[in-house]
């Protein structure tokens, strides 16, 4: 019951206005401000808080991708996490990256490290596909707590307050498990200039998908990517009614 | 033999220049995060109450002690001490980006860091490091530093303030002007003559906690720009301190001073530039968005000239300061730099802000934009710390100096 396992993902900054390239292949990448994924940080958060609480002796930052996924790592580090794994994916492979494979990857390093929690953010803001959590919970055969809004060690289980649509539901489940963070699991902590001095000396293990015996090949492929519709203007109306019939003449309703 | 060796001390040198040339244009990943996390800070703690703490002259105490848990508040300051071990650039580049968010903030920050710590750093004993500078890390406490008088500013040497020797204790009397975080600091640095008929060899420094009996404050000044700043005068009168409360040896307290102006430069410098880089963002952002003529005023060449002007004002700034501050990091002569940083800086905060309400036009009036705020912030930095006449002279004489037949 020693090792938390985290997955941070580098993607573009929630701020950045992303762009479609102009072959419609994908968004533009290149010169763009990345950073972690935002439920990525609250993953790393939740994880060293647990360490901190004296609760497992150490938190493993895990990054699949090209080689600037290390920077990612490092803000890990300079957050609290003991230290990284690259896993290194590049090109084609890397723009093909996605769920099913890295799921695979952080189930082979869940068994190869002897994790007893790994924590994922619940989505990322790239693809917000959510899947990640639940594929590796599947591939190991061990028991999740997605959409964490509170995280609570029991002994040998986790007691997981889950956000879900008509509420929240609270579940116990046994370790080794899967935690997907959400929103309002925590407030991730700014990396104090002292702990990123201190990052620099963390190790950060580097491997390829085929060190662990996985195979990254996509299932699926992109066929066309397109900004959503401009939004249109919208018509004003005077009463309820109007709305209302308005509403039926448009056949929403 | 001695031209191999000559030549590889040679290719030395021009390596480790290249070194630092190639740092100006891409800085180590370290100084990367480092920056990232305090523009994050600034961006999601700072900017949103910068107008607040303006309008209502409040002091950031949380956000001071925020920015000390996270060892902003001495970045220089070796970790034994309590600080974050870094070097002068990190240093300028927190300032810069903390002053981005907030002019007032990023002043407390470089007056905690430059003009405290500072010269107890350099001048201080260990013992006097342990009690003055490590309470003064965590943000709990920030300190200040008394020049000015009431009577002299940019003529420091003629310091009236006085020290005499009275048993085993240090007796202070007189004025300090202009002191800023004055009313919220818990110790000053204070300069004072213990012989006016040797002038500035007569003064030195000493250390006063504050609240301290004989020590007292002037009324806060109501200023033009910084005003989440205290600034005020502190009086002393018969006010007593232990021998060992002096830094530093008698008579340096001139020299003291000068060297930790010259360091405070870089950090003013940056504040400047943080202040002229949020007037630039502002006014860019503007000029997306505002449409005269039937399109964004972004369009119209008036005001990519200024935009133009404004962006090269604040990088050639930034990298006087940034070489500034590599050069005290290599314990090489940077008195000049820092001159040049500090006058480069404040005046491209007072011309980008200028600038900035210009395309902002009416509303760069208001303080529904914090264009306005930026204009009064920027104002005191080709002020205090060195008036941008202090720094040609300075300057000039360093230049003169290097030119000598």
């Known amino acids: ?253 | 033999m001695a031209a191999f060796y000559k030549a590889r001390k040679a290719l030395a040198r021009f390596v480790s220049g290249c070194k630092s040339f190639s740092s100006l244009a891409e800085l180590p990943e370290m100084h990367q995060m480092m920056r990232q996390t305090c523009r994050d800070y600034a961006d999601r703690e700072l900017a949103p109450i910068a107008g607040k703490l303006d309008k209502e002259h409040l002091f950031p105490a949380q956000q001071v002690h925020e920015l000390g848990s996270m060892g902003v508040m001495a970045v220089e300051v070796p970790e034994e001490l309590g600080g974050a071990g870094m070097d002068y650039l990190a240093y300028a580049l927190a300032v810069e980006e903390i002053s981005r968010g907030c002019g007032s903030t990023g002043c407390v920050v470089s007056v905690n860091n430059s003009l405290y710590i500072g010269p107890i750093l350099k001048f201080g004993t260990q013992e006097q490091k342990e009690q003055w500078i490590t309470p003064f890390t965590t943000g709990e406490k920030v300190g200040c530093f008394a020049l000015s008088e009431p009577g002299n500013g940019s003529d420091a040497g003629a310091a009236s303030t006085s020290a005499r020797q009275e048993g085993d204790e240090w007796v202070l009397n007189g004025t300090k002007a202009w002191i800023t975080n004055s009313w919220d600091a818990s110790a000053v640095v204070v300069f004072a003559s213990t012989d006016k008929s040797l002038k500035h060899k007569g003064i030195s420094a000493f250390l006063v906690p504050m609240p301290h009996p004989g020590l007292s404050l002037g009324k806060k000044e109501d200023k033009l720009g910084i005003r989440a700043t205290s600034t005020a005068n502190i009086i002393l009168d018969d006010c007593r301190i232990p021998l060992g409360n002096m830094l530093g040896s008698p008579g340096a307290g001139f020299k003291i001073a000068m060297q930790t102006l010259d360091s405070g430069r870089i950090g003013i410098a940056s504040q400047a530039l943080g202040i002229a880089q949020a007037a630039l963002d502002c006014a860019a952002d503007y000029a997306h968005k505002r449409t005269a003529f039937g399109a964004p005023i972004g369009k119209l060449q008036a005001v990519q000239f200024k935009l133009a002007d404004m962006a090269v004002a604040v990088e050639s700034a930034r990298l006087l300061t940034w070489k500034a501050a590599m050069l005290k990091d290599a314990k090489k002569p940077f008195t000049k730099e820092a001159a040049m940083a500090k006058l480069a800086a404040s005046e491209a905060a007072t011309f980008c802000s200028h600038q900035s309400i210009q395309v902002l036009g009416g509303m760069g009036y208001v303080t529904d934009m914090p264009a306005e705020r930026h204009y009064r912030d920027a104002r005191i930095t080709e002020i205090y710390e060195g008036t941008s006449e202090i720094q040609r002279l300075v300057i000039a004489g360093q230049l003169l100096k290097e030119n000598a037949p």
């Open chain 1, 1 to 253: 019951m020693s090792r938390v396992l985290v997955g941070v993902k580098r993607v573009i900054d929630y701020a950045v206005k992303v762009r479609v390239k102009p072959d419609h292949s994908g968004v533009v990448t290149d010169g763009v401000k990345h950073s972690m994924n935002p439920f990525c940080e609250i993953a790393v958060e939740e994880a060293v808080k647990l360490k901190e609480k004296k609760l497992f002796k150490e938190v493993v930052a895990v990054s699949c991708g090209p080689a600037q996924a290390t920077e990612t790592i490092r803000t890990a580090l300079a957050m609290g996490c003991d230290r990284g794994i690259h896993v290194e994916v590049t090109g084609k492979d890397y723009e093909s990256l996605g769920p099913l494979q890295v799921s695979k990857i952080f189930a082979a390093l869940a068994k190869k490290e002897e994790a007893s929690l790994v924590i994922l953010g619940k989505q990322a803001i790239d693809d917000d596909c959510n899947q990640t959590g639940q594929m590796t919970a599947a591939l190991l055969d061990w028991p999740q707590g997605t959409f964490a809004s509170e995280v609570e060690i029991e002994g040998d289980k986790v007691k997981v307050v889950r956000e879900i649509d008509g509420g929240l539901e609270t579940i116990k489940i046994n370790m080794p498990a899967v935690v997907t963070a959400d929103l309002r699991l925590n407030t991730p902590r700014y990396a104090t200039l002292p702990n990123i001095m201190k990052a620099k000396k963390k190790k950060i293990a580097n491997m390829k998908p085929a060190d662990l015996g996985v195979d990254i090949v996509s299932r699926l492929e992109v066929l066309r990517v397109d900004e959503p519709p401009t939004r249109l203007a919208g018509v004003k109306v005077e009463t309820v009614d109007d709305l209302v019939a308005k509403l039926k003449e448009s056949g929403t309703i």
